[in-house]
């Protein structure tokens, strides 16, 4: 087994696409390690906010999701997942106290 830290990625970039909640502590702890960023976001603020932390030159924030991910090693996405407001999604109660209608 070798011994050796990890590298990143051979060297490559990381593309990181979503810098909230989940995303954002993702791709400091990834710059604090050392490991070259593209970050991504859909509102740019986040996305500058996260690779204005730390020193300059290991990351960049990439215009677009796909300028993003060009040629990037490795890509780690947080997308928006939210519920929507249709009846046709909504989970069906299973529970005898809520029988189905």
């Given at each position: 087994?070798?011994?050796?830290?990890p590298?990143?990625v051979?060297?490559?970039?990381?593309a990181?696409?979503?810098t909230?909640?989940?995303?954002?502590?993702?791709?400091?702890?990834?710059?604090?390690?050392?490991?070259?960023?593209?970050?991504?976001?859909?509102?740019?603020?986040?996305?500058?906010a996260?690779?204005?932390?730390?020193?300059?030159?290991?990351?960049?924030?990439?215009?677009?999701?796909?300028?993003?991910?060009?040629?990037?090693?490795?890509?780690?996405?947080m997308?928006?997942?939210?519920p929507?407001?249709?009846p046709?999604?909504?989970p069906?109660?299973?529970?005898?106290?809520?029988?189905?209608?």
């Amino acid at each position: 087994m070798n011994s050796q830290p990890p590298v990143a990625v051979a060297g490559r970039v990381v593309a990181v696409l979503g810098t909230g909640t989940m995303g954002a502590p993702i791709a400091r702890n990834l710059l604090r390690a050392g490991i070259p960023l593209r970050v991504w976001n859909r509102t740019p603020a986040k996305a500058r906010a996260v690779v204005d932390a730390l020193p300059p030159g290991i990351a960049v924030v990439a215009p677009t999701a796909a300028a993003a991910v060009q040629d990037c090693a490795v890509v780690l996405a947080m997308p928006v997942i939210r519920p929507s407001r249709s009846p046709a999604s909504r989970p069906r109660r299973s529970s005898a106290r809520y029988p189905e209608r």
